[in-house]
């Protein structure tokens, strides 16, 4: 089980993970088999997932839902989708390959072709205050707030945790984590409000790793500076791949490794907002290489000259 992320923001997502590999050995020890593996999945311009745990059965599942659905298929429609068909292509996975153990979670995120997007007020307030309060009481903050939200705001007097806004011109959107047993055919569905994250990691069974509140609120109400738009998105990027770094180091993930890879989902299609990647190494990232595009293939180029092809799950 690999470090996997996923942030649910007012009009996008972010889905953020490494690109390692592994096994365990007859001996229980660690395996790296590759470190060139894109766990992030497109399922259309407005849907995307980011799998980890064991690889077969995630990227069977996976390629099996993308077969139910169409390029005009909502995050609404798939969630409803995924509900009937997990259980039965589980079975499905087991009875075509007689493999029958393992553990995989899966982030969903996309979007609905309505806008009206309601948001609970005590993720809100949260959110716009954490930055704030991690830079302590007597400093001055200009945060940036999308008007579409600053709009809705007129309407938070009076409203108590549970109670929600309406933000309008906002398409609406749904971020869902599912983690089942191949096994057992176990499934566990949770929801993932605006405002809200999902994490999974290779100790999950033994602690939390927690995402810090000032992060979420880092990337959405922080001080814009003037920045383009392109030089936001890879300094977003960058505070991602930062939070892993320091997270791996601290927990000593050591199943965490490769490249740190950060997607984000917008409603108009996904991208991957940086040329440049990291290797984690000694609980550091380390620039090791940069992205491009050969045809519709994502490649990789190391510093030493090497050039190579990622593999998709």
Not at 278 to 306: A, C, H, Q
Request: glycine share 8%; hydrophobic share 40%.
């Amino acid at each position: 089980m690999s470090l996997i992320l996923g942030l649910h923001l007012l009009e996008r997502f972010y889905l953020v993970s490494d690109t390692r590999v592994t096994s365990e050995s007859n001996k229980s020890d660690l395996v790296v088999i590759r470190d060139n593996l894109i766990k992030t999945f497109n399922f259309n311009s407005r849907i995307s997932a980011l799998a980890a745990g064991t690889a077969l059965p995630a990227s069977y599942v996976l390629n099996k839902l993308k077969q139910k659905i169409t390029a005009n298929t909502t995050i609404e429609e798939f969630k409803s989708i995924v509900s009937s068909s997990l259980r039965p292509l589980v079975s499905e996975y087991v009875n075509s390959t007689g493999f029958h153990s393992g553990k995989v979670a899966i982030i969903f995120a996309g979007f609905n072709l309505e806008k009206g997007k309601e948001i609970e007020v005590s993720l809100l307030g949260n959110a716009m205050s954490a930055m704030v309060r991690a830079v302590g009481e007597g400093t001055t903050v200009n945060q940036s707030i999308d008007n579409r939200l600053r709009n809705a705001l007129g309407g938070i007097g009076g409203k108590k945790k549970g109670d929600h806004i309406k933000v309008n011109d906002v398409f609406t959107s749904e971020m869902f984590s599912v983690v089942f047993n191949v096994r057992t055919a176990e499934i566990e569905t949770k929801s993932v409000d605006c405002y809200e994250y999902a994490v999974f990691h290779p100790k999950q069974n033994i602690k939390t790793v927690p995402v810090p509140e000032e992060l979420l609120s880092n990337l959405e109400f922080r001080e814009r500076l003037s920045k383009s738009g392109e030089d936001q998105l890879y300094e977003e990027a960058q505070v991602l791949i930062n939070f892993v770094r320091r997270t791996s180091k601290k927990y000593e993930l050591w199943t965490v490794g490769g490249h740190v890879m950060v997607l984000l989902q917008t409603p108009n299609g996904n991208l991957f907002p940086t040329g440049d990647f990291g290797k984690i190494k000694d609980g550091k990232v380390v620039k090791f290489g940069s992205f491009f595009v050969r045809g519709s293939n994502l490649m990789y180029e190391l510093e030493d000259g090497t050039i190579g092809e990622y593999r998709h799950i």
